[in-house]
């Protein structure tokens, strides 16, 4: 069985090409933030990311031919994990989301690549819209508005099923925190195979990220909004795509901000010491939600490769629990077993309604 995977992160373009588990080719192409300020909106960037997925197999000789695509995406209604087939549903819901992400054109790459091979599947797993919060996570103290969840579910996934394979356990048997640290951030709290509680990453909640503004000053927030200095969607992007590191410092490039510190810039220096600050205060909320019984605190995405983020982060929480780091992600991997498992019939394949 050949597979392809696509993952369109906030930054990079991330695809493999999997002959059954076997990789055949994996890359990450990564975007600046001026390369991609050149769309108005993320979903105008659809012909861009379709046709670097494109040129990248013609230029590693990798045949146009696979058995299933699978993509990262996208942000539909919430639903239960696991493997979907793109359908119809999917696909109108995507074009009117409510909510812009890089992982909506996952679920469009997927169906429009699959579409040109006759018998080729397209499938999704794990979106970031996978619901299993507690009932009371979800009070707020507003009942306009209950708290929803947008996370990295994919790979918090795959990361605690492989710490939990290298331990010889289950998932199902664990209590884990685990932070995805990426172009977004979540913070998810793991009980027994179950995210109980998970921040919204993309829409103003939890720590902010490289693009991300995290939890904000509602007060401060709804005078913006009626200021008349900012229309609504350029707001939105001040919310969840230049904001964060990108507002404060212009760039997401960690190791060129670390270079900017080594060199003297204090700004820079409080700038990503405050994130780190607003990471590990996350992991102190996980921590009580678990009543203090952690097995284990991950830290997984492309800001794990850090050092300077990690040691920071590591002095503020190692007390809390064993601190494990699993630098970048294993989405690919996830991705393209997650599709492999629906073509043998190993793992159901749900309908999105
Ligand atoms: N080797 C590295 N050292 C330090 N920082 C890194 C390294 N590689 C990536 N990063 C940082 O990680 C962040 C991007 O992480 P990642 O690649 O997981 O994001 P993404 O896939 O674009 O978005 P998301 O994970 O939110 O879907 C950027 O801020 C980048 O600078
Ligand atoms: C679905 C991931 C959330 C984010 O990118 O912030």
Known sequence: MKVLAVNPGSTSTK??????????LVRNIRHSVDELSGFPRI??????????VIDELKANDIPFEFDAIVGRGGLLKPIPGGVYEVNDAMLDDIAHAMRSHACNLGCLIASEL?????????F?????????LDEIARITGSPL??????????????????????N???YEDLNLI???????????THCRGRAIDVNNALDGEGPFSPERAGTLPAGQLIDLCYSGRYTRDELKKRISGRAGLAAHLGTTDVPAIVKRIEEGDMHAELVLNAMIYQIAR????????????????LLTGGMAHSEYIISRLQERISFLAPVHVYPGEDELEALALNALGALRGELPIQVYQ
């Open 168 to 170: 010889n356990t289950r």
């Open 282 to 297: 996350s992991v102190g909320a996980a921590s009580v939600v678990l009543y203090g019984k952690i097995d284990a605190i």
């Open 124 to 132: 999704i797993a794990d979106p970031g819209v996978v619901d299993e």
């Open 43 to 52: 979903i105008d960037q659809f012909e861009f990311r379709k046709n670097l």
């Open 145 to 166: 508005m209950p708290r929803i969840t947008i996370w990295h579910a994919l790979n918090q996934r795959a990361i605690a099923r492989r710490y939990a394979a290298e």
């Open 114 to 122: 699959a579409a040109l091979l006759p018998g080729c599947r397209a």
């Open 178 to 188: 685990i932070c995805h640290l990426g172009g977004g951030i979540s913070v998810g």
């Open 15 to 24: 695809i493999a090409v999997y002959k059954d588990e076997t990789p055949l």
